[in-house]
């Protein structure tokens, strides 16, 4: 099995660095590949079962995406051929149709997805988010400058039970082609959820997986769920 983590160095916010070390203690065994900003993604020739990219800055927004373009045609033919994507934050951003500034002026994406994000950069929005995926409930947090726009319902990955999805009104957070999964979450997402981490494990292959530290992160999970339905709570409508 062969995991890539594309530019690491420049996609690692809001603690996703973590997010990767924790993927490789989840699979032990695979090969794990580190695509830094002037090197060719290892997906372009060669077989890659995991694709995972974190938040970027706004100009790390506009390097991977010039540094991805060359090659959206393969990205497509991944996504097509199921393989699992997990891409997470404003990450989410570079794939759709493009990312418009408070000036109106846009940088245009990868055109992966027909949505589009609008920044407002002296608006930052922090939340918490409750919602559902299958038939398990999902937990997570929200910081960002932009939200996404677009017709998701169809494609749409987590569906609200509080909390704003890609943007405030729309029922659906996230965006799911086939095993492609990208998400504003932060958490982080996988540490914060262990039954969606299994699902993840699942499609490359691992039933029923013993997770790292599986046993307090569940514990801490069930303290957060308790939290997160309480209606009281703030910050989740």
Known sequence: MTVEFLYPSLANLYGEAVEMRYIEKCLPDAKVVKTEVNDEPYFVNNDVDFIYMGPLTERGQEIAIEKLLPYKERIVELINENKVFLIIGNALEVFGSYIENEDKTKLNGLAIFDTHAERRMMNRYNSLYFGSFEE??????????????????????????????????????????NNFFATYLLGPLLILNPDFTKYLLSLLGIENASLPCEKDIRLAYEKRLKEFENPKKEYLG
């Open 136 to 177: 398990m409930k999902i937990v997570g947090f929200k910081a960002q400058f932009s939200h996404s726009y677009g017709e998701n319902e169809s494609e749409g990955l987590f569906k609200n039970i509080r909390g704003d999805g890609l943007h405030p009104g729309s029922a659906f957070e996230g965006i799911r082609r």
